[in-house]
Nanobody, 123 residues
Framework: VQLQASGGGLVQAGGSLRLSCAAS????????MGWYRQAPGKQRELVAA???????KYAESVKGRFIISRDNYKGTVYLQMNSLKPEDTAVYYC??????????????????WGKGTQVTVSS
């Protein structure tokens, strides 16, 4: 299983970015997919997750600003990030695991990880 994240970059506060995560193989259709982020000096945190049935959950800090979605046909998961703030600056990672993980604590790690993509929000 391979996950490839892309779409990061530098944006001004209030701007938007869309991250994409391309998943290889057949994992995507039955898997829970998550976006995590890690800022310098901070622990990695779950930003958003989407179940195989398109249920979603978000960190409180991004609710109402970020939207996670998936396109199983294209094998891709997206994170639309709006109204970005400087505190959103971090390396963002996509991750995948078996579908049941959505209903568990997703902060204790996922089975598959992609390389991160840097998001920098300037003030």
């Amino acid at each position: 299983v391979q996950l490839q994240a892309s779409g990061g970059g530098l944006v001004q506060a209030g701007g938007s970015l869309r991250l994409s995560c391309a998943a290889s193989g057949s994992i995507l259709s039955g898997a829970v997919m998550g976006w995590y982020r890690q800022a310098p000096g901070k622990q990695r945190e779950l930003v958003a997750a989407i179940s195989s049935g398109d249920s979603t959950k978000y960190a409180e800090s991004v609710k109402g600003r970020f939207i996670i979605s998936r396109d199983n046909y294209k094998g891709t998961v997206y994170l639309q990030m709006n109204s970005l703030k400087p505190e959103d600056t971090a390396v963002y990672y996509c991750a995948a695991d078996r579908g049941y993980k959505f209903y568990l604590d997703m902060s204790d790690g996922m089975a598959y990880w992609g390389k991160g993509t840097q998001v920098t929000v300037s003030s």
